[in-house]
T-cell receptor, first 111, second 114 residues
Framework: RKEVEQDPGPFNVPEGATVAFNCTYS??????FFWYRQDCRKEPKLLMS???SGNEDGRFTAQLNRASQYISLLIRDSKLSDSATYLC????????????FGTGTKLQVIP | NAGVTQTPKFQVLKTGQSMTLQCAQD?????MSWYRQDPGMGLRLIHY???????DQGEVPNGYNVSRSTTEDFPLRLLSAAPSQTSVYFC?????????????FGPGTRLTVT
């Protein structure tokens, strides 16, 4: 089983739709969780951290479910500019670089 | 600030050649890392550094060397290129700590080994 698993997609959604991605992780000792965005042929950039109580940033909402070991990203009112690949990132406690990237979920927002 | 810069953007090597991928950051970050990204696989850590003079191996270090003589620069050396090293290479830096842990990535180097 992969340490971090994501549905690769693509998720094709119309503008204005709401879309949600999940990411499961295998290590119950994982401590920190993040969503990164990667545009085609570009570098990844931090979209948002994921906090235990859930957090929101504009149209984006991130949730963490430790019991079931998954995180989610909800995008409301999708824009064409949201088209990208969304990477789930999980960090273990302690080790500086014990960070695992998911393979990403591709989102295509259609006019 | 330029952030994290990488050169070259593209490179084609023949099997057995060596080369150095350059990475520099101007944010005074202590921590720097090299990743490779291959289709169907997540970013994988090659080597990292927690400060000048300190480096360590990541998940896939074989065939690569690094050094960190200054805070700003973290070059990655391919010793004898192999087709399996065809990939996109990203350098990243961050301030460390358990907080937001935001990594700042360079634009990447697309390497093809024939």
């Amino acid at each position: 089983r992969k340490e971090v698993e994501q549905d690769p997609g693509p998720f094709n959604v119309p503008e204005g739709a709401t879309v949600a991605f999940n990411c499961t992780y295998s290590n119950s000792a994982s401590q920190s969780f993040f969503w990164y965005r990667q545009d085609c042929r570009k570098e990844p950039k931090l979209l948002m951290s994921v906090y235990s109580s859930g957090n929101e940033d504009g149209r984006f909402t991130a949730q963490l479910n430790r019991a079931s070991q998954y995180i989610s990203l909800l995008i409301r009112d999708s824009k064409l500019s949201d088209s990208a690949t969304y990477l789930c990132v999980v960090k273990e406690a302690g080790g500086y670089q014990k960070v695992t990237f998911g393979t990403g979920t591709k989102l295509q927002v259609i006019p | 600030n330029a952030g994290v810069t990488q050169t070259p953007k593209f490179q084609v090597l023949k099997t057995g050649q060596s080369m150095t991928l350059q990475c520099a950051q101007d944010m005074n970050h202590e921590y720097m890392s090299w990743y490779r990204q291959d289709p169907g696989m997540g970013l994988r850590l090659i080597h990292y550094s927690v400060g000048a003079g300190i480096t360590d191996q990541g998940e896939v270090p074989n065939g690569y060397n690094v050094s960190r003589s200054t805070t700003e620069d973290f070059p990655l050396r391919l010793l004898s290129a192999a087709p399996s090293q065809t990939s996109v290479y990203f350098c990243a830096s961050n301030t460390g700590g358990q907080g937001s842990y935001e990594q700042y990535f360079g634009p990447g180097t697309r390497l093809t080994v024939t």
